[in-house]
């Protein structure tokens, strides 16, 4: 009778061991999708910036860095920025960079 109470002590603890490991991902997961959202924000900002200083979008994020002052980590995100015309908003799309040997 007492293994019983052994194993179910020890099936509860594994079963709480696996509800942390999923709570700690998922808390990983939406912090690096909100550090992403904060790239994408900051690149559109800047190109919001532009737009209402100059009267046109940039065509490329070197203008935006060099001018607007935009920064974000380059070797961390790769941005896409594809501009249609100097009064559409460009399509911005940011990808978080896998890590290599980590």
Not at 12 to 38: E, H, I, K, P
Request: charged share 15%; net charge neutral; aromatic share 10%.
């Amino acid at each position: 009778m007492a293994y019983k109470r052994e194993i179910a002590i020890v099936l509860l603890m594994l079963l709480l061991m696996a509800g942390v490991w999923m709570l700690v991902s998922r808390v990983g997961t939406s912090s690096g999708n909100a550090q992403t959202q904060f790239v994408v924000d900051a690149v559109h900002n800047a190109a919001l910036t532009c737009y209402a200083v100059e009267g046109a979008y940039p065509t490329n994020l070197e203008y935006l860095r060099k001018n607007y002052g935009l920064a974000y980590d380059q070797s961390r995100y790769q941005v896409r920025y594809d501009a249609f015309g100097s009064n559409l908003m460009p399509d911005i799309r940011v990808t978080e960079v896998e890590a290599s040997g980590t």
